[in-house]
């Protein structure tokens, strides 16, 4: 009998290159986290019958149901070039139609408080993955779904929560030390920094799917505030909770 490689097990095993899911395994409404273990936190918390159906190199997916609505939460890791992987299989190979990253920011205003949660109606970035993609010529502006941005925006009012609205700057470089380019994002109305959305909205729209990016503030560059870790898994408990009461509403 052959002898497989570990590529060739892989592949049994995957129907994606990192994804492990079977074909339907993965509902076509989804939560992304970067981090694979607040996936995990997310889907045991909020979701009833989850179900893991993916563990490839960590990265956790489930699925289950919230109010009625079969729901996954899938953990993209951190930065585009990691996040594009799940956000382009799950679109061109298991037929996902919603996604919403949900996070956590660095605020580059006075005009946000730590635990303030930001929907992000586009996404600036320094990447060159969107040059790249365009030949080199072309700014891509991503920009989030409008349809899930009302949504969000009138979950936030029903459940007594604010809700800032505006641009964000999804970075390639997660340590950086030039405040006078700070001041500058923010004197053109960004409001923060992360490290995906402008992915996820350049892939929404080549797919056709929905996409909006929801982040937490978890500390604020210009004042050096930061929020104490064990207040960031209450604080994103609050920010999980507008997430699905945006994509069960619309």
């Known amino acids: 009998m052959p002898v ?3 590529w060739g097990r892989a592949m049994i095993c995957a129907v994606t290159a990192h994804i492990s899911a079977a074909p339907g395994d993965i509902a076509e409404t989804v939560l992304m986290p970067g981090d694979p273990l607040r996936a995990k936190w997310i889907a045991e918390t909020y979701l009833d019958d989850a179900k893991c159906y993916s563990d490839v190199r960590n990265m956790y ?4 149901m919230f109010e ?3 729901i996954s939460v899938q953990g993209s890791g951190m930065g585009m070039p990691s996040a594009s992987i799940y956000i382009h299989e799950m679109l061109a190979e298991y037929g ?4 919403v990253r949900i996070g956590s920011a660095g605020s580059i205003t006075t005009d946000l408080e730590l635990r303030d949660v930001v929907a992000g109606i586009g996404a600036s970035s320094d ?3 969107n040059r790249v993609r365009f030949g080199g010529n072309i700014d891509y502006a991503p920009v989030a779904s409008f349809e899930l941005l009302q949504s969000a925006a009138k979950a936030a009012g029903e459940q007594n929560k604010k809700l800032h609205v505006g641009n964000l700057l999804s970075a390639d470089t997660f340590y950086s030390d030039d405040a006078a380019l700070h001041e500058k994002l923010a ?3 960004v409001l923060a920094i992360e490290m995906e959305a402008a992915a996820l909205y350049t892939l929404a729209a080549k797919f056709g799917a929905r996409a909006l990016t929801l982040v937490t503030i978890s500390d604020n560059l210009i004042t050096g505030a930061a929020m104490p870790s064990k207040e960031r898994e209450v604080s994103f408990g609050d920010m999980v909770e507008l997430a699905l009461a945006t994509v069960t509403d619309s």
């Open 4 to 6: 497989l490689s570990l």
């Open 61 to 64: 997916g489930y699925t289950g």
């Open 68 to 70: 009625g609505q079969r």
């Open 96 to 99: 996902v139609k919603t996604i």
């Open 127 to 129: 990447s060159a993955m």
């Open 187 to 189: 004197e053109y109305g």
